[in-house]
């Protein structure tokens, strides 16, 4: 059995080493189309700050781990699936076939339609190459402007600020993280980032990046090999609100786009991202996809939903591979569950956190002690939630949402106190979970 894996990320290598550990004598092909050993987007802002160095990014170490495994890593991009011959054409020219394929070439950044974002001093922060690029340019006193607020954003955000840059966010939506957290959540996010020296521009957007032409004098000292008394910043940023900022690096962190475009005409469904069932399968027998390309079914939500979050390509993964191999397992659901550091502040999101139609919900907010809680119900059930600075409550709020815990009595208790989360979750999920169909 041979089969191929498009992507070299978490999802890839993750579905790799699970055929290999229930299918030893099976072919494995892994296709990632960076010239990087496979690494982790997510150790990218520790990477800025100095915490690990580019191997410290790096999934797996050892530079025999791979053939080791007898696990294949080409260097290569996906064209186009052949679901009739199985097989699948690469940007090198070669065609590769398969018994069993893995869809998880992962996502990429969205880039704006911004006049001056494709040129110099702008950059994404998705890739070591990326990094390597801000590393040179986000240094102490540099002026820097990230367009974005969201979790990705944020986590950027952090990185940039510990270089001791000048920073300045701006954020489409009328608060940070918009799509996870609330109108409360995200502007006390928002006032604790301006409390840390981070200037924050919510309900704007970019709409120009100008690179201005440099003065006589500043090309007369280029030109003599001198630096410029003067410097001028090499770019003005002009804002939908009319304002102009100055800076000397632009970074784009406006969401991210499952990488699905060569798999048009192929007969292979996609919405979002690649559709699958409970079992990571695509419409075509024997093609599977996992990661954040992959759209797959969320009881929370009652929804197909692409959640770009590594638990869940890891999950998706592991539940992906053993199918492959002949096993049988499903995806239990799809993880939404978003925990965020901001310069020290930690917050979360869960589930539906802003509710559901003919929902109820209560909010407790300390303003004083930076602290804010949000839950959601359905009927009894905890469907939802954001919190800020209550870290206390993180695992009994994904145990109650992901459990669809039936509260009872307890669901008003929390609507009077929303901080008795741990006991609701201690007298109603702790035997809940052993009744099962009207069975003990």
Not at 157 to 163: K, P, Q, T
Not at 334 to 349: E, Y
Request: proline content about 5%; charged content about 20%.
């Amino acid at each position: 059995m041979k089969h191929v894996i498009l992507g070299a990320g978490p999802a890839g290598i993750i579905a790799a080493e699970t055929i290999r550990k229930h299918a030893p004598n099976d072919e494995i092909v892994v296709i990632g189309d960076e010239p990087e050993a496979p690494y982790s987007r997510m150790a990218i802002p520790y990477l800025l700050i100095g915490k690990v160095g580019e191997e410290g990014t790096h999934l797996r170490h050892g530079v025999d781990h791979y053939a080791k495994l007898n696990i294949t890593l080409r260097r290569a991009r996906a064209k186009h699936v052949d679901v009739q011959g199985r097989a699948v054409d690469l940007d090198d020219g070669t065609t590769v076939v398969f018994d069993r394929l893995l869809i998880a070439t992962g996502s990429s950044p969205a880039s704006p339609p911004i006049p001056g974002i494709r040129g110099p001093g702008v950059h994404t922060c998705w890739t070591l190459e990326d990094a390597r690029a801000i590393a040179k340019l986000a240094q102490p006193g540099a002026k820097v402007l990230q367009m974005g607020a969201g979790f990705i954003g944020c986590i950027i955000m952090e990185a940039l600020a510990m270089r001791g840059v000048e920073l300045t966010v701006v954020e489409m939506g009328d608060r940070m993280v918009p799509r996870m957290m609330g109108p409360t959540a995200g502007t006390m996010i928002k006032d604790w980032c301006e409390a840390k020296n981070v200037k924050v521009h919510t309900g704007a957007r970019v709409e120009a990046i100008e690179r201005p032409e440099p003065g006589i004098l500043d090309k007369l000292a280029d030109m003599a090999g001198l630096k410029p008394k003067h410097k001028t910043a090499p770019m003005s940023v002009k804002l939908s609100t009319g304002e102009r900022l100055e800076a000397d690096l632009v970074i784009s962190a406006t969401g991210v786009r499952p990488n699905i475009g060569f798999l048009e005409n192929s007969g292979i469904i996609c919405l979002v991202g690649v559709l699958t069932d409970e079992h990571l399968q695509t419409n075509v027998p024997g093609i599977y996809a996992a990661g954040d390309c992959a759209e797959a079914f969320d009881k929370v939500s009652g929804t197909t939903i692409v959640s770009a979050i590594q638990p869940n390509a890891a999950e998706q993964a592991r539940v992906a591979a053993l199918n492959m191999v002949g096993q049988k397992a499903e995806l239990k659901g799809v993880t939404q569950i978003n925990v965020l550091d901001t310069l020290g502040l930690i917050s979360a999101s869960f589930g539906k956190w802003d509710g559901v139609p003919g929902g109820q919900h209560v909010e407790l907010t300390d303003l004083a002690a930076g602290r804010h809680l949000s839950l959601q119900f359905a009927g009894d059930q905890l469907v939802g939630c954001n919190s800020i600075g209550w870290t206390e409550h993180v695992g009994v709020m994904r145990g109650l949402v992901e459990g669809e815990v039936r509260l009872g009595e307890w669901k008003d208790k929390l609507m009077q106190d929303p901080t008795l989360l741990m006991e609701a979750y201690i007298a109603c999920a702790q035997g809940q979970h052993q009744f099962v169909a009207g069975k003990w």
